[in-house]
């Protein structure tokens, strides 16, 4: 079963990558005074506070999801898709 390894190994790999992400986004958001969070982030219209929350209210609402489960408004079709619709 070299396949199943392989995909696990990517499965591994993108994992890491999250939490490190994931790691990177905190120590950020961490750092910030208040006046850095509200501060213009780079989506026209939101605040870097904005940004921040709209991560954290998404991350909790996933707590919640049963597992094998995705979120109905995420569209199918990929980064492309999200971001025209997004």
Do not use: F, I, Y
């Amino acid at each position: 079963m070299p396949e199943r390894g392989k995909r696990m190994n990517e499965a591994r790999h993108s994992l890491d990558r999250l939490a490190a992400a994931t790691d990177r986004v905190l120590a950020t958001a961490t750092g910030m005074n208040e006046a850095q969070v509200r501060e213009p982030s780079l989506l026209p219209g939101w605040t870097r506070g904005h940004v921040l929350c709209n991560l954290a209210r998404n991350a909790d609402g996933m707590v919640t999801w049963p597992p094998g489960t995705r979120c109905q408004s995420c569209p199918r079709g990929g980064r492309a898709a999200r971001w025209t619709v997004w």
